[in-house]
């Protein structure tokens, strides 16, 4: 059996996928995410739907992507 095949059938498909995220980078990018969502809702000066909503959208969108 040659490497690639022996990859091939312990790669995790379907919701199993979720489970071998790297959860700790996941973790990470979020808070730092959460720190610009909290600078454009001060910049917009206290308005949620000015800036930070259509980020906090585009952000889950390309999590979940």
Do not use: C, H
């Not at 995410?33 to 585009?58: C, H, I, T």
């Amino acid at each position: 059996m040659s490497y690639l095949e022996y990859n091939v059938q312990t790669v995790p498909t379907g919701a199993r996928k979720i489970l071998y995220a790297n959860w700790p980078l996941v973790l990470l990018l979020t808070a730092v995410a959460s720190v610009g969502f909290l600078m454009l809702y001060s910049v917009a000066g206290g308005d949620l739907s000015r800036w930070a909503e259509p980020q906090m959208k585009r952000f889950v969108l390309g999590l979940v992507v």
